[in-house]
């Protein structure tokens, strides 16, 4: 049987099934790491990772500075890496490794400068010498050494882990998550079997209504918290064919109750609101009232109360002869309203009625008759009397004019009306909507005066919205509550007081109204100025930067355009230029060619001469 020793020189493998691993699971589940590396266990997995893998580790070349802390440091705690490594930016074994290598140098110069070396000139082991593995030896920490590269031909255990690794690290789902997209597929399913259903059914022509299933308890058919009661020894089955009473199951309270008086107001006004409609919809009688009538309605109305005559009571007691005559009086009303005998005809008044429109002529034979017969009538004459009626002292009609007392139900419509607004008096046009909040809002103030009167104004039209309701408004009529009412003096004496005071402003200077005005004004714009700045001010920097960045591109911009507009000018200049140059390039080539070849021939020539007159020197000093 092989046992495994965990531990050992880590490879390429290993460390990248670790980096994945801890990607994965995180830096706290190091048994599960260490279950993908058969040949490691937990603590060295963790060592590995915080000593050599981690992508925070420093493993570039130390630097003075850092060699002078960690001096500083291990004198101030000798031994303690794991307090000085983050301090000093490293790992432990990095700070024990380059300390040691400090003292190995210091030691190298210290005995290099002291001479130290054996008999035969040969100096001892230096402390690195000394702390090298020597064949056999199992290295105590290799955790913080590189990874050896993989072999070509791997072993099956080392191929068996990397694939189990490989499959467990590619399935990122976990059970939960398995389940929840199973789920998911089944709900999916599901639907799309029940549209199916549905599509089928409507085109056999079933429709059925979907139910969309309520999340939780349906409090309307379900009840809350039920326990049902244990079985009894009687039984009791006929009472479940029992018919319940219906009289008190599903009542409101509302029906109990009854309805409030601000709700039937409230319907009352619905249901006239609507008869209205109806009528305009159906073509029924709509009258339109202008402003000049109404002043004609009044004239008419003080006219009939002039004319109505005095209330006068019978007797209490009546004669006989009086009956008769009253019963004569009733048969002769009787008769007269037969539609055998001749209508009646309504009673007219004092005032005569208007004169009835007869049509124009068709005819100009009749026209021209008429003209004829008109022309023969007398000439008019100017002789006229004025007669005086003759009133009688006992006359009852006069004496009822005189005497002619006003209703009290006409009196009290009359004050009424007096109190109304002048806007309902005078039938000024008023707004449809009275939007109470935005008015109040509109007209806030600083003075409590005005306030009040705003108060006031808006309370008023609110009124006269509701209780006069205009054409086509959006409030309905109905009840409101009354305004407080002023007696006449009161109202005079606040008259009187506008009035007085009016006169008092026209008599002061308006340019001191005006000047308080405008410091009022001015104060108001300087505070809403300030809060716009405060408000405004990152955006006003924002956009001020932003307008000098496009004029500086814009800038850029125009540059780039003369410059683009010069390379094209410069384009069609040298375009037009090229040939001749190549040209004159091309005759400058061919006249060095000529020259070239000529001086070529010259010194090939020269070449010869020069050959010929040393042959002949040397067969000069060959001859001496």
């Known amino acids: ?145 590189p990874a050896r590269p993989d072999p070509v031909d791997m072993d099956e255990d080392e191929k068996e882990m990397l694939s189990e690794a490989r499959a467990r690290l590619a399935n990122t789902q976990g059970k939960k998550a398995k389940r929840k997209a199973r789920e998911k597929q089944l709900e999916e399913a599901r639907r799309l079997a029940s549209l199916q259903k549905r599509r089928e059914l409507k085109a056999a022509g079933i429709d059925l209504k979907v139910k969309k299933k309520k999340k939780g308890m349906d409090y309307n058919a379900d009840i809350p918290f039920e326990k049902k009661p244990a079985k009894g020894f009687y039984d009791t089955t006929e009472e479940n064919s029992r018919q319940s009473e219906q009289g008190m199951t599903n009542v409101h309270l509302q029906k109990l109750e009854g309805k409030r008086r601000a709700e039937g107001f409230e319907e009352r006004g619905r249901k006239r609101q609507k008869s209205s409609k109806n009528d305009k919809e159906g073509g029924g009688p709509v009258n339109f009232v202008p402003a000049s009538s109404t002043q004609l309605n009044k004239l008419k109305q003080a006219e009939q109360i002039s004319k109505r005559r005095k209330l006068a009571l019978p007797a209490p007691q009546v004669g006989e002869d009086e009956l008769e005559e009253i019963v004569k009086i009733g048969f002769a009303r009787d008769t007269s309203g037969l539609s055998m005998v001749t209508p009646r005809t309504p009673a007219t008044g004092m005032t005569s009625l208007r004169t009835p429109r007869t049509p124009a002529f068709a005819n100009p034979a009749a026209i021209k008759q008429l003209r004829n017969e008109l022309s023969r009538l007398p000439a008019p004459k100017n002789d006229f009397e004025i007669v ?8 009852t009609q006069v004496d009822e ?76 009529g109905g009840p409101v509550e009354p305004l407080e009412e002023f007696s006449d003096e009161l109202l005079a004496n606040a008259r009187k007081a506008i009035e007085e005071e009016l006169s008092l402003l026209i008599k ?55 410059e683009l507009n010069s390379f094209k000018s410069l384009r069609i200049s040298e375009k037009e230029s090229i040939p001749l140059r190549i040209e004159k390039l091309q005759s400058e080539v061919d006249h060095l060619v000529r020259r070239e070849s000529e001086l070529q021939k010259k010194y090939a020539h020269l070449s010869i001469e020069k050959q010929a007159i040393l042959e002949r020197i040397e067969a000069m000093q060959n001859k001496k």
């Not at 005086?388 to 006359?395: A, F, S």
């Not at 410091?519 to 001020?544: D, F, H, P, V, W």
Request: proline share 6%; aromatic share 6%; glycine share 4%.
């Open 1 to 145: 049987m092989r046992i495994i020793i965990k531990g050992g020189i880590w490879k390429n493998t290993e460390d990248e099934i670790l980096k994945a691993a801890v990607s994965k699971y995180g830096k706290n589940q190091w048994a599960r790491i260490s279950s993908l590396l058969v040949r490691k266990s937990p603590k060295q997995c963790k060592a590995r990772w915080y000593e050599w893998l981690d992508p925070s580790i420093k493993k570039t070349e130390w630097s003075k500075e850092e060699d002078e802390k960690l001096l500083h440091l291990a004198k101030l705690m000798p031994t303690q890496w794991r307090t000085i490594a983050p301090i000093v930016g490293r790992t432990p074994s990095q700070c024990l490794e380059r300390y040691q290598k400090l003292l190995d140098e210091a030691e190298a110069k210290e005995g290099a400068d002291l001479g130290l070396t054996g008999p035969s000139g040969d100096a001892g082991p230096s402390a690195d010498d000394v702390r090298r593995l020597r064949p056999g030896e199992i290295d105590p920490d290799p955790e913080t050494k």
């Open 508 to 562: 002061k200077d308006p340019h001191e109204f005006n000047r308080n005005a405008m410091i009022k004004e001015a104060t108001k714009a300087a505070k809403i100025e300030k809060k716009l700045n405060t408000t405004l001010g990152g955006y006003i920097s924002r956009s001020q930067s932003l307008s000098k960045k496009i004029n500086e591109t814009f800038e850029q911009l125009e540059q780039a355009k003369v």
């Open 401 to 476: 004019m005189e005497f002619t007392e006003e209703d009290a139900a006409d009196r009290d419509r009359r004050l009424r009306e007096q109190q109304e607004a002048e806007v309902i008096q005078r039938n000024l046009p008023r707004p449809i909507d009275v939007n109470e909040k935005s008015l109040l809002r509109l007209s806030q103030s600083e003075d409590k005066v005005y306030q009040l009167i705003n108060f006031e104004m808006v309370q008023l039209l609110h009124h006269d919205a509701v209780e006069y309701p205009v054409h086509h408004s959006k409030i309905s």
């Open 388 to 395: 005086l009626p003759d009133v009688q002292p006992g006359d």
